[in-house]
C-alpha cells in the first residue's frame, strides 16, 4: 500500500522559511519521480517542483525558482521541499506526490498523493 505524509507546515511571515518533509512508505520509493504540488483557494493545483527517482535532475516552476529547493533521501524514503524567502501568494496546501508519467509538471504523470500541508505566509 502506497501511503504518503507530509509535514512541516505552518503560518509564517513574509521573508521567513519552511521545510516541507513527505514520508512515504514501501520499497517503491527509489523507482518513482517525486514531486511537490500546491492549490491556493480558488486556483488549480500546480506543480512546484519535481525530482527524478536518484535526485540527479530537478524541476521548478518559475516562481519558486532560487527560492525552493527540493531534494530526497532514498535511505529515508522521505522528499523535502526547503522554502525560503517565502511569499503572501506562497499560500496553500502543498501536496506530496509520486509518479512515473511523461511530464513531469502535469498532475496527470503523479498516481499517488498525500493529504496536503497547510503553509500560510502573512505579510
Known amino acids: 500500500q502506497v501511503q504518503l505524509v507530509e509535514s512541516g507546515g505552518g503560518l509564517v511571515q513574509a521573508g521567513y522559511s519552511l521545510r516541507l518533509s513527505c514520508a512515504a512508505s514501501?520499497?517503491?520509493?527509489?523507482?518513482?519521480?517525486m514531486a511537490w504540488f500546491r492549490q491556493a483557494p480558488g486556483k488549480e493545483r500546480e506543480c512546484v517542483a519535481a525530482?527524478?527517482?536518484?535526485?540527479?535532475?530537478?524541476y521548478y516552476t518559475d516562481s519558486v525558482k532560487g527560492r525552493f529547493t527540493i531534494s530526497r533521501d532514498n535511505a529515508r524514503n522521505t522528499v523535502y521541499l526547503q522554502m525560503s524567502s517565502l511569499k503572501p501568494e506562497d499560500t496553500a496546501v502543498y501536496y506530496c506526490a509520486a509518479g512515473q508519467g511523461a511530464s513531469w509538471s502535469a498532475k496527470r504523470a503523479y498516481d499517488y498523493w498525500g493529504q496536503g500541508t497547510q503553509v500560510t505566509v502573512s505579510s
Open positions: 514501501g520499497r517503491w520509493f527509489s523507482s518513482k519521480r
Open positions: 525530482i527524478s527517482s536518484s535526485g540527479s535532475s530537478t
